[in-house]
């Protein structure tokens, strides 16, 4: 029977693990028909791959541009995701998902996400199942599959800012929402345990979250409460444990306890004092692994990572943090804390790159550090950064510097990236307004570039951890990898001109050597050419 398409004569590597092999690959309606010596077969399409790389479309199994998906330009959007070989994103990250919604998160999620696409997402939908579908009506430009946030759900029910233990019946309600959400196909539950609510979540309630999860068959995954080795989250002696220590040994027990897969989400050691703790980290999540708990990570490739200016002050100050920040007796309190922990991280805010401020007044300085846009402004880095958050209404988003290295130092990045138990991700989105991640432009090529160019592992390790080894954690079989009844989700790339070109200076660049890619057959990617319209996506239902 003819074949809608036939990838000619490249080597393919499957997204197993295993040695690159010299194959055709064979295409109808959508799905690998067939792999191998295929001299014989008809094709409506034949594409001459000599010299060129077959492999799985690269899943990004943290991201949080399902916020963007809804929106009438998403197409033209996620562009850069699609040039970088992606195409299937997963959502939901950091307890961060567009639903549940209620009368108690509505508005707050509404304004909240503009903190991940330009204008606030309009939300006409309050299940996870209403999204989903909303979803699938539009249609979506590459494949999506979504988390239930913990966040969310304890948002829905107790509002976004509450510290408040939950009580019984407050719990049985987040689990109801949870249950429906994981019952329409969302692909686990995730906690954002540095961001608000997740923050104010204790034990009790983070074992009950990790229980609907396992109850699902599905993943847990978790932003933790600290990734530095000192915060203000925990007052124990950080010499003794190192507080991001303890932030991983928190989320593990309630996974152990609650009977779920674990999957730690964006392995990163923030600040120069930080880096040390690397190898202690992963001696724990080994132990853990060999005592049975399933557990595993994922990271991104850059030293430094996008999240909300906010997210430096700690929880007893967030219900109040406007009138905080504007009260100038409180903010010699809050500057003398801040300098205290960052001279102990050694992370300081000049290491702060702002994306957009999302404030009229300061939105001139997308793209400069704290310190060169505080010096422009005329006013001191605290001040200065204290009112871009008041102004922007927390929504200001900004880029870390100093995850897991800094300026060409990266032994703690390294380490994590090349264990066999790490997935790649972007934890990323994009906009068309202010300055870039330029995750969301090379995080793939940079690993297939640099990291295998330079001996970090090989390439078919590599797609390994871009394709099989995301879907595995995910408990799919027909996706992340070539192989016959698999979705024809397939990227050719061109080794030789492979590279990433985005940088923190440049970042919104395109990579080279991503040649072509394929979402269910359909061929939305063709050297220059990028169909922004042919939402050849679905919506991945578990």
Not at 12 to 28: E, L
Not at 356 to 371: E, H, M, P, R, S
Not at 386 to 410: F, I, K
């Amino acid at each position: 029977m003819p074949c809608d398409l036939l990838l000619r004569g490249g080597h393919v590597i499957d997204g197993t693990g295993s040695p690159a092999k010299r194959a055709d690959v064979a295409v109808r309606q959508g799905r690998i028909c067939d792999v191998g010596d295929l001299d014989g077969i008809e094709a409506a399409q034949t594409l001459d791959c000599r010299g060129k790389i077959v492999t799985p479309g690269f899943i990004d199994i943290h991201s949080h541009s399902d916020w963007l998906v809804p929106g009438p330009n998403c197409g033209a959007l996620v562009e850069p995701f699609v040039r970088q070989g992606m195409t299937t994103l997963v959502g939901g990250n950091c307890g961060f998902s567009p639903a549940p919604l209620s009368d108690h998160n509505r508005d707050a999620a509404r304004q909240t996400s503009q903190l991940i696409v330009d204008d606030a997402l309009e939300t006409h939908w309050e299940t996870m199942d209403e999204f989903l579908c909303a979803l699938e009506q539009t249609g979506v430009p590459l494949n999506v599959a979504e988390l239930v946030g913990h966040g969310a759900v304890r948002a829905a029910v107790m509002g976004s800012l509450d510290p408040a233990i939950p009580t019984s019946d407050q719990l049985d309600e987040m689990e109801a929402h949870a249950r429906e959400a994981l019952d329409a196909g969302c692909v686990g539950v995730s906690t954002g345990l540095g961001y608000p609510p997740g923050i104010f979540a204790q034990a009790e309630e983070l074992t009950r979250a990790s229980s609907w999860a396992a109850a699902s068959g599905k993943l847990f995954t978790s932003h933790v409460k600290a990734y530095s080795w000192v915060s203000p989250i925990y007052q124990s002696d950080p010499d003794e444990t190192p507080h991001n220590i303890l932030a991983l040994d928190e989320v593990m027990r309630a996974a152990r306890e609650g009977g779920a897969r674990c999957q730690l989400s964006h392995l990163i050691f923030v600040g120069r004092n930080t880096w040390r703790t690397c190898a202690r980290a992963i001696e724990r999540i080994e132990e853990e692994r060999e005592k049975g708990l399933d557990v595993a990570f994922d990271a991104f490739p850059y030293t430094a990572g996008n999240t909300t200016a906010s997210v430096l002050f700690p929880p007893e100050m967030l219900p109040h943090l406007e009138s905080i920040l504007e009260d100038p007796q409180a903010m010699e309190g809050v500057k003398a804390l801040g300098r205290k922990v960052f001279d102990q991280i050694g992370f300081y805010l000049e290491d702060i790159q702002i994306m957009n401020a999302n404030a009229a007044a300061f939105d001139t300085y997308n793209g400069l550090f704290i310190g060169e846009a505080a010096e422009r402004a005329g006013m001191d880095p605290w001040e200065f950064y204290a009112r871009m958050v008041v102004e922007s209404h927390r929504n200001a988003r900004v880029l870390n510097h100093t995850y897991s290295g800094h300026e060409g130092e990266e032994d703690a990045l390294r380490a994590v990236l090349a264990h066999p138990l790490c997935t790649i991700e972007t934890d990323t989105f994009v906009t068309e307004r202010g300055h870039q991640n330029p995750a969301s432009y090379g995080t793939f090529p940079r690993v297939l570039a640099t990291y295998v160019r330079e001996g970090l592992f090989s390439m078919e390790e590599a797609v390994r951890k871009m394709t099989g080894a995301a879907a595995e954690r995910l408990g799919w079989t027909e996706r992340g990898f070539v192989r016959e009844g698999a979705f024809a989700d397939l990227v050719v790339l061109d080794p030789k001109m492979l590279r990433d070109t985005a940088s923190f200076e440049e970042p919104a660049c395109f990579p080279l050597g991503i040649e072509h890619v394929f979402i269910g057959g359909a061929h939305v990617l063709q050297g220059e050419h990028y169909d922004a319209r042919a939402m050849a996506g679905c919506v991945i239902r578990a």
